[in-house]
């Protein structure tokens, strides 16, 4: 065993100790979030330029590491699909009367949808605002055998959805073994779970109009069900500051910073683009006659937790309690809004990134971006947004579905994913953004906001730090 990984464990272990005390000294879940990400950010970063790219005296310590980072992704993706079937069922079955159900969930997808290809347009315009190059690209970041072996994985993805067409990736969603659905173990088990989860408490309202005593007991189990998987959230939540500190040290360690450079000007175009939509954002609350200033501090915190933990799911807690208690949402379209939003219409994996791959991949192929070319991948980014899961890694999919439907070339995806966790911590918090977003309005136009709630100052603890979790 090397000075070297003896040296850097205990500089990790020391850092986690740290983040114990701050717990202690009751700092906030944000803070201790947000000191963890640029922490470890800044020590990746110092291993690699002190150490140098592809160290084999860093290796052993990459491997210690991974166990925390990449044992706090499996523990979000082990909760994901229970959360979003409890809490689909229960916000449908407690919705008062279908009618209410039938004002909710149309009015939800349709602004998702529209902010989404909104999004998309956005994508396109920082391309040629930033005059990006997808050929320059190429030929500056060259083809090493990570990328290769990246781009492998990504043309085989790619022949498994052209093989379905768009016919069988449609139908993909509607789930043909619920058993199979719940294992979550293909790329549209979530929609898939929200479609299944929608149509169980759809039926459960029916038969609660004809005999609720009949089903009052299966209604008292769900109810019963989703404290129990929220229970098991929170406290998968409270790692997500060491969680962070892992994943932010394995990135800056295993990723060439020289490589990154030269990715840049996408970066920055990328970061711009998500902070027009989230202006356009503000500007749709306002339009509805509500403050955006209210509405941006009121959903900051679940936003810097989006950034941190790179999950819209493990967010849907925190952002049901947000827009119940901070913003005045009613329950039911606080909870439809907080799922929908994690598997339709994602504004950043779903909207932003794969409109600015495509218009690269078009480059690539010398194709002429015309006003119809964007009309018609606008209409594909809102087709292929239905069933992106809100975990790190679905912008990837959700770019390389885009591109496949529209029969480009699929180079930049292998390029452009050593820098996607960079990118997705701001994707995650606009999807959530989004989220919340087509909540208020929809609230708002069904007569259903709390205005007082809503206008009140916020007091005592935000909402990414009740008790709960910190």
């Given at each position: 065993?090397?000075?070297?990984?003896?040296?850097?464990?205990?500089?990790?272990?020391?850092?986690?100790?740290?983040?114990?005390?701050?717990k202690k000294q009751k700092k906030s879940f944000n803070f201790r979030v947000?000191?963890?990400?640029?922490?470890?950010?800044?020590?990746?970063?110092?291993?690699?330029?002190?150490?140098?790219?592809?160290?084999?005296?860093?290796?052993?310590?990459?491997?210690?590491?991974?166990?925390?980072?990449?044992?706090?992704?499996?523990?979000?993706?082990?909760?994901v699909i229970p959360l979003v079937f409890v809490a689909m069922i229960s916000?449908?079955?407690?919705?008062?009367?279908?009618?209410?159900?039938?004002?909710?969930?149309?009015?939800?997808?349709?602004?998702?949808?529209?902010?989404?290809?909104?999004?998309?347009?956005?994508?396109?315009?920082?391309?040629?605002?930033?005059?990006?190059?997808?050929?320059?690209?190429?030929?500056?970041?060259?083809?090493?055998?990570?990328?290769?072996?990246?781009?492998?994985?990504?043309?085989?993805?790619?022949?498994?959805?052209?093989?379905?067409?768009?016919?069988?990736?449609?139908?993909?969603?509607?789930?043909?073994?619920?058993?199979?659905?719940?294992?979550?173990?293909?790329?549209?088990?979530?929609?898939?779970?929200?479609?299944?989860?929608?149509?169980?408490?759809?039926?459960?309202?029916?038969?609660?109009?004809?005999?609720?005593?009949?089903?009052?007991?299966?209604?008292?189990?769900?109810?019963?069900?989703?404290?129990?998987?929220?229970?098991?959230?929170?406290?998968?939540?409270?790692?997500?500051?060491?969680?962070?500190?892992?994943?932010?040290?394995?990135?800056?360690?295993?990723?060439?910073?020289?490589?990154?450079?030269?990715?840049?000007?996408?970066?920055?175009?990328?970061?711009?683009?998500?902070?027009?939509?989230?202006?356009?954002?503000?500007?749709?609350?306002?339009?509805?006659?509500?403050?955006?200033?209210?509405?941006?501090?009121?959903?900051?915190?679940?936003?810097?937790?989006?950034?941190?933990?790179?999950?819209?799911?493990?967010?849907?807690?925190?952002?049901?309690?947000?827009?119940?208690?901070?913003?005045?949402?009613?329950?039911?379209?606080?909870?439809?809004?907080?799922?929908?939003?994690?598997?339709?219409?994602?504004?950043?994996?779903?909207?932003?990134?794969?409109?600015?791959?495509?218009?690269?991949?078009?480059?690539?192929?010398?194709?002429?971006?015309d006003l119809a070319f964007i009309l018609q991948l606008t209409a594909v980014?809102?087709?292929?947004?239905?069933?992106?899961?809100?975990?790190?890694?679905?912008?990837?999919?959700?770019?390389?579905?885009?591109?496949?439907?529209?029969?480009?070339?699929?180079?930049?995806?292998?390029?452009?994913?050593?820098?996607?966790?960079?990118?997705?911590?701001?994707?995650?918090?606009?999807?959530?953004?989004?989220?919340?977003?087509?909540?208020?309005?929809?609230?708002?136009?069904?007569?259903?906001?709390?205005?007082?709630?809503?206008?009140?100052?916020?007091?005592?603890?935000?909402?990414?730090?009740?008790?709960?979790?910190?």
């Amino acid at each position: 065993m090397s000075f070297t990984f003896i040296a850097l464990c205990s500089i990790f272990l020391g850092f986690y100790a740290l983040l114990s005390n701050f717990k202690k000294q009751k700092k906030s879940f944000n803070f201790r979030v947000l000191t963890a990400l640029v922490c470890g950010l800044l020590f990746g970063g110092a291993i690699q330029l002190t150490l140098g790219f592809g160290s084999e005296s860093v290796a052993g310590f990459s491997e210690f590491i991974s166990v925390f980072g990449k044992g706090y992704i499996k523990l979000l993706q082990m909760i994901v699909i229970p959360l979003v079937f409890v809490a689909m069922i229960s916000s449908i079955m407690n919705v008062d009367g279908g009618g209410a159900l039938s004002k909710i969930a149309p009015k939800i997808i349709g602004i998702l949808i529209f902010t989404v290809s909104i999004s998309a347009i956005v994508g396109v315009a920082s391309i040629y605002l930033f005059g990006i190059d997808a050929n320059a690209l190429i030929s500056s970041v060259g083809t090493n055998d990570s990328i290769i072996a990246r781009g492998e994985a990504v043309v085989s993805t790619q022949n498994a959805m052209a093989s379905k067409g768009l016919s069988g990736l449609v139908l993909s969603i509607i789930p043909a073994n619920i058993f199979d659905m719940l294992t979550g173990s293909q790329r549209t088990s979530t929609l898939s779970t929200v479609l299944f989860g929608m149509f169980l408490g759809y039926s459960i309202l029916q038969v609660k109009k004809r005999k609720p005593e009949k089903v009052q007991s299966f209604v008292d189990f769900i109810n019963a069900a989703k404290e129990v998987v929220l229970s098991m959230v929170r406290e998968i939540l409270k790692l997500t500051p060491y969680g962070v500190f892992a994943l932010m040290t394995s990135f800056m360690m295993t990723n060439d910073l020289f490589a990154l450079a030269e990715m840049g000007r996408f970066l920055v175009a990328s970061y711009v683009a998500i902070g027009v939509m989230f202006a356009i954002h503000f500007i749709m609350v306002g339009m509805f006659g509500l403050s955006p200033a209210k509405f941006m501090k009121k959903t900051w915190p679940v936003l810097v937790f989006g950034f941190g933990s790179r999950s819209s799911m493990a967010a849907i807690p925190l952002n049901v309690e947000t827009q119940t208690q901070r913003l005045g949402v009613d329950e039911e379209t606080a909870n439809m809004s907080a799922t929908f939003g994690t598997s339709i219409g994602q504004n950043g994996c779903a909207g932003i990134y794969p409109a600015m791959l495509a218009i690269m991949a078009a480059q690539v192929m010398g194709l002429d971006v015309d006003l119809a070319f964007i009309l018609q991948l606008t209409a594909v980014i809102a087709i292929a947004s239905f069933g992106i899961a809100g975990v790190g890694g679905g912008a990837t999919f959700a770019a390389v579905a885009v591109l496949t439907i529209m029969g480009l070339d699929i180079t930049v995806v292998a390029i452009l994913v050593s820098i996607e966790a960079l990118i997705d911590m701001a994707r995650t918090a606009l999807n959530i953004s989004g989220s919340m977003l087509s909540g208020v309005v929809t609230a708002k136009t069904n007569g259903s906001l709390n205005l007082e709630q809503y206008n009140a100052e916020v007091t005592g603890k935000s909402s990414g730090d009740s008790e709960a979790i910190a």
